[in-house]
């Protein structure tokens, strides 16, 4: 049995959806926040996917910094535009696939 919760496992430190919610909060610039794992190059990865208005890619470095400061864990951040990611109030989306 899998997790009933978002919480997911990456590189055997735990990620809560609670955590994404605290690096969106330090930067006010983000409107909404989701965190994206996945394996498809053969390890695991991490994508912060971020809307900011406008586009705004200034902050990269700062959210990066507060990714690795709140998960321990390295993490690539991508910009979309306002409205491009669901609500449907999931906030890790684990889309890792393993062999049985």
Avoid: C, W, Y
């Avoid at 794992?37 to 990066?64: C, K, Q, W």
């Amino acid at each position: 049995m899998g997790r009933a919760d978002q919480t997911t496992k990456v590189k055997g430190m735990f990620v809560h959806p609670s955590q994404i919610a605290t690096i969106a909060s330090r930067h006010p610039k983000i409107s909404k926040a989701r965190l994206v794992v996945d394996n498809s190059s053969g390890f695991d990865r991490m994508t912060l996917n971020v809307e900011i208005a406008g586009n705004d890619s200034s902050d990269i470095d700062a959210i990066v910094a507060t990714v690795r400061d709140i998960t321990n864990l390295r993490a690539d951040i991508a910009f979309r535009p306002p409205g491009e990611l669901p609500n449907d109030g999931k906030v890790i989306d684990d889309i890792r696939k393993f062999d049985q």
